[in-house]
Nanobody
Framework: VQLQASGGGLVQAGGFLRLTCAISGRTFRWYSMGWFRQAPGKEREFVGAISRSGSSTNYADSAKDRFTISRDNAKNTVYLRMNSLKSEDTAVYYC??????????????WGQGTLVTVSS
């Protein structure tokens, strides 16, 4: 399976971005998907995840009420909509396959990451 994350960039604090993760090589609808991020000098951390059908999502406390994960199984794509961005959201964002767990070890495949930079 291959994952391609895109949509990162430079945005001002308070702005928004939508990240996209396109998946190929597997039957996408069979798999839960997660988003993680890694800021410079910090460990990778869970952002949120979505179930196979898209009916269930869970988020880290830092993402609740600001971030929304959705998916389009017909397009083999998962999205991360990020609103009210803060400087502390600056990180490389990764999508991953295989779980809704907050633990990176539970995911089997990872995308290459897309950089989000929030300027204050």
């Amino acid at each position: 399976v291959q994952l391609q994350a895109s949509g990162g960039g430079l945005v001002q604090a308070g702005g928004f971005l939508r990240l996209t993760c396109a998946i190929s090589g597997r039957t996408f609808r069979w798999y839960s998907m997660g988003w993680f991020r890694q800021a410079p000098g910090k460990e990778r951390e869970f952002v949120g995840a979505i179930s196979r059908s898209g009916s269930s999502t869970n988020y880290a406390d830092s993402a609740k009420d600001r971030f929304t994960i959705s998916r389009d199984n017909a397009k083999n794509t998962v999205y991360l909509r990020m609103n009210s961005l803060k400087s502390e959201d600056t990180a490389v964002y990764y999508c991953a396959v295989g779980s809704t767990s907050p633990w990176a070890k539970d995911y089997t495949n990872w995308g290459q990451g897309t950089l989000v930079t929030v300027s204050s």
